[in-house]
């Protein structure tokens, strides 16, 4: 046990209060309440807000609209997706967090205590602090855009959609159409930051707590003051670890919302990118456009280069055993050590259904992203 708690758990702080605006965490005091406020926030803006979009699609006139109406389309109804995955898994998010807190109890004051401080956590605060400066900046050019079009004398909608009054037809309609956009635009937000940030952050947790087995198996046996009994005891209580994290609960949580975004990320940044060079025509929108951009490719590039590295950790922890002072030790260790070994051999991946979230796919993306991307440009 360390000497500072520690509490990884207070690091997901924000993805708690998400879960809680999106209304899937019922408070213990009127839970009644909360049930009603859940399913208006489910019906009128996680499902209503993309069906709205989707639906504009067919109301739309020129192909400013549709590429427009497309490129939101596919994240909302992503986001929509992403939501109920983890909804459907808040269960297993638990169990992620029991084994956390045992991660956390076995951390020893010096060099593991410092590690968790300078390299484990820095990681998941830079990634939370990125996406709400990047969350934020989306939703605020969104707005602005509108505003700055609207005072040129073209006051348009945030997006091309389908409602069932007449936008146009009175102040009355145009500020209910507009401020519900923007409601909604700011629930896709909160989905979108709860959802990207959650899995790159927990593989970054990951790949840290498999870094810090390998330390502690490293130095089974060089402590002469233990006996052969009591690093046997060690070298089985880093089996259980291994064990723990092997489990990879996270992949059970995200494999599911990850397939579908790595497949729809090459068309929503093919998309983003052609409205913004054909169509953009203020500096507002083109702001808008650009932070939607690196949006997009922000939903997968955290979690792919945080499983690449967990792979790393998960193969360099096979070198790390052969670091202990084995030699000296009992046959029932080599004999645990040999076991321990074979099992830590095999390649360890996380995976979303097809694809290992890894760099790799993240360069596959881009790559159909610029082929699509080429394919429109020749036949503009």
Same mark, same amino acid.
């Given at each position: ?32 309440? /909360? ?17 709205? %979009? ?51 109890? $076995? ?7 410092? +590690? ?8 998941? $605060? ?5 996406? /709400? ?23 348009? @909608? ?46 970054? %947790? ?33 089996? $259980?670890?291994?064990?723990? @994290?092997? $489990? ?7 494999? %599911? ?19 913004? @060079? ?13 932070? +939607? ?55 360890? /991946? ?31």
């Amino acid at each position: 046990m360390t000497e500072d708690k520690l509490n990884t758990k207070s690091l997901f702080k924000t993805h708690y209060i998400c879960w809680f605006i999106l209304g899937m965490i019922p408070p213990k005091k009127f839970p009644q309440l /909360y049930q009603i406020y859940s399913i208006i926030v489910s019906v009128v803006f996680i499902v209503g807000y993309p069906a709205h %979009l989707l639906a504009g699609l067919f109301t739309s006139t020129s192909m400013y609209e549709v590429i427009q109406n497309l490129a939101i389309s596919l994240t909302c109804a992503v986001s929509a997706m992403k939501t109920y995955a983890i909804w459907w898994r808040l269960k297993d998010i638990e169990v992620m967090f029991d084994i956390v807190k045992r991660q956390d109890e $076995r951390i020893r004051p010096g060099e593991e205590l410092d +590690y968790v401080k300078k390299q484990v956590y820095p990681p998941i $605060r830079e990634l939370l602090y990125f996406f /709400y400066m990047l969350c934020f900046t989306i939703g605020l050019f969104a707005e602005f855009g509108v505003l700055f079009n609207g005072l040129r004398g073209s006051w348009n @909608l945030m997006y091309q959609a389908y409602f069932p009054f007449d936008v146009v037809t009175s102040q009355r309609n145009y500020a209910i159409a507009h401020i519900y956009q923007l409601i909604g635009i700011w629930f896709v937000v909160v989905e979108n930051l709860v959802s990207d940030t959650f899995g790159g952050a927990h593989l970054s %947790l990951l790949g840290g707590q498999v870094h810090l087995l390998g330390m502690r198996v490293a130095k089974i046996g060089h402590d002469p003051e233990k006996t052969l009994e009591e690093n046997n005891e060690d070298l089985l209580e880093c089996i $259980r670890d291994h064990l723990d @994290l092997y $489990r990879r609960k996270v992949e059970e949580v995200i494999s %599911l919302y990850m397939f579908f975004q790595i497949v729809l990320a090459s068309m929503n940044m093919c998309v983003s990118l052609v409205f913004m @060079l054909l169509f953009v025509r203020d500096p507002f929108t083109l702001a808008y456009y650009i932070s +939607y951009f690196v949006g997009v490719v922000s939903e997968i590039l955290p979690c792919c280069y945080f499983g690449t590295k967990l792979e790393d950790e998960f193969q360099q922890l096979a070198y790390a055993l052969f670091s202990c002072n084995w030699t000296d030790q009992s046959a029932e260790f080599k004999k645990n050590l040999r076991i321990f070994a074979e099992h830590s051999t095999r390649r360890i /991946y996380v995976t979303a259904w097809l694809f290992r979230i890894n760099i790799g796919s993240f360069l596959v993306a881009c790559k159909n992203s610029y082929s699509i991307f080429a394919v429109i440009m020749n036949m503009k």
